[in-house]
């Protein structure tokens, strides 16, 4: 079991710039998370695909945000005309789906740390 | 909506002491409710979770927490601190909607 992985582990990017993240889940989880943790507060919920369908969407990820699951394995996260304030470390997390009334345990990578220049 | 209050952020204790962390939630259903420890720059690990059952959790690295239901309260406990447990600790509460919902976090700081 190698655990969630994320890549990049650090961007520096200059505003304005698009920038692609990847999440790589634990192997046969049906379900998987992306969420934003900005400093001194507890991450928040962005987005989670079930497979390769996206669920549900949080109002925190405007239209210059974008997900994708396509083969419902490895996850991306594209942040288009970035700002400053899209700073934030960016977490993708994932669960086997199996829990019961649709809360299991969710497993966190080591996240993506963003700055905008 | 729920919600989740760490009335702490920051603790400092000194090595062997105990240790408890505070949790309040905010939830109209049963809820699942978790705790996650995060070092610097790190993701976050799993310590101990709340589904059902027994109201006293057994975590790792010899936590535990207590769900009390009239209190809305599921406090983290240790009883001897070591100084390898220094980390921000962060309580969530899960939803039928599947995500998880966390509080703020409290940064523990362990004197020698």
């Known amino acids: 079991d190698t655990g969630v992985s994320q890549d990049p582990r650090h961007k520096i990017t200059k505003r304005g710039q698009n920038v692609t993240f990847r999440c790589d889940p634990i192997s046969e989880h049906n379900r998987l998370y992306w969420y934003r943790q900005t400093l001194g507060q507890g991450p928040e919920f962005l987005t989670y695909f079930q497979n390769e369908a996206q669920l549900e969407k949080s109002r925190l990820l405007s239209d210059r945000f974008s997900a994708e699951r396509p083969k419902g394995s490895f996850s991306t996260l594209e942040i288009q005309r970035t700002e400053q304030g899209d700073s934030a470390m960016y977490l993708c997390?994932?669960?086997?789906?199996?829990?019961?009334?649709?809360?299991?345990?969710?497993?966190f990578g080591p996240g993506t740390r963003l700055t905008v220049l | 909506a729920q919600s989740v209050t760490q009335p702490d952020i920051h603790i400092t204790v000194s090595e062997g002491a105990s240790l408890e962390l505070r949790c309040n939630y905010s939830?109209?259903?049963?809820?699942?409710l978790f705790w996650y420890v995060q070092s610097p720059g790190q993701g976050l690990q799993l310590l101990l979770k709340?589904?059902?059952?027994?109201?006293l959790v057994q975590g790792i690295k010899g936590f535990e927490a207590e769900f009390k239901r009239s209190q809305s309260s599921f406090n983290l406990r240790k009883p001897s601190v070591h100084w390898s447990d220094a980390a921000e600790y962060f309580c969530?509460?899960?939803?039928?909607?599947?995500?998880?919902?966390f509080g703020k976090g409290t940064l523990l700081t362990v004197n020698p």
């Open positions: 969530a509460v899960g939803s039928s909607n599947y995500k998880l919902t």
């Open positions: 997390a994932s669960s086997t789906g199996a829990g019961r009334q649709g809360i299991d345990t969710q497993y």
């Open positions: 939830y109209g259903a049963t809820p699942y």
């Open positions: 709340y589904f059902s059952g027994d109201t």
